[in-house]
T-cell receptor, first 115, second 113 residues
Framework: AQKITQTQPGMFVQEKEAVTLDCTYD???????LFWYKQPSSGEMIFLIY??????QNATEGRYSLNFQKARKSANLVISASQLGDSAMYFC????????????FGAGTQVVVTP | DGGITQSPKYLFRKEGQNVTLSCEQN?????MYWYRQDPGQGLRLIYY???????QKGDIAEGYSVSREKKESFPLTVTSAQKNPTAFYLC????????????FGQGTRLTVV
């Protein structure tokens, strides 16, 4: 069963605008971590932001913030003030403590930033 | 510098051949992972290992094999039983525990010729 769902296959966003990438997850664990990664066309995976299941505050890292709604099991990524260099594939991932620490990824969202 | 290294970057395989992809890390991480990525798709877990001499199948283990004889190394063999091996392969590592991100190698692009 799919544990991480990213429903937006692709998005266009204008430079300097904010964009929200959706991510919902499925787990029965109480303890888990949620992660977002960026993959440019070069193929490398760049870690962006982390949210723990017990964290009460939403995580922020520079222009990235994570909108964590635990009851809805959603962990949306918000990129503020988009830049051309933000054009990439974005993946949401989850690591469950009780499943041998597996990292599982969503299908990804392709973001294209236009001038 | 600490990091995770995959080699080779590009690999070509003939039909019926086994090939081995290398993954080495000097981060002292316990856990290591192999993922397969097809064009425009997400990452699918092939195998993962939490400790030396132990590993578990992921979602798409058929046609692949791994070993974990050393903490630093987690090679992946793509066997002839894997019917459609052309893909981008990513290796990752991390510490035990759920609150640390995975570090990735640069990937190996495997093509069947």
């Amino acid at each position: 069963a799919q544990k991480i769902t990213q429903t937006q296959p692709g998005m266009f966003v204008q430079e300097k605008e904010a964009v929200t990438l959706d991510c919902t997850y499925d787990t029965s664990d109480q303890s888990y971590g949620l992660f977002w990664y960026k993959q440019p066309s070069s193929g490398e995976m760049i870690f962006l932001i982390y949210q723990g299941s017990y964290d009460e505050q939403n995580a922020t890292e520079g222009r990235y913030s994570l909108n964590f709604q635990k009851a809805r099991k959603s962990a949306n990524l918000v990129i503020s003030a988009s830049q051309l260099g933000d054009s990439a594939m974005y993946f949401c991932a989850m690591r469950e403590t009780d499943s041998w620490g597996k990292f599982q990824f969503g299908a990804g969202t392709q973001v294209v930033v236009t001038p | 510098d600490g990091g995770i290294t995959q080699s080779p970057k590009y690999l070509f395989r003939k039909e019926g051949q086994n090939v081995t992809l290398s993954c080495e890390q000097n981060l002292n991480h316990d856990a290591m992972y192999w993922y397969r990525q097809d064009p425009g798709q997400g990452l699918r877990l092939i195998y993962y290992s939490q400790i030396v001499n132990d590993f578990q199948k992921g979602d798409i283990a058929e046609g692949y094999s791994v070993s974990r004889e050393k903490k630093e190394s987690f090679p992946l063999t793509v066997t002839s039983a894997q019917k459609n091996p052309t893909a981008f392969y990513l290796c990752a590592s991390t510490w035990q525990g759920g609150n640390t991100e995975a570090f990735f190698g640069q990937g190996t692009r495997l093509t069947v010729v």
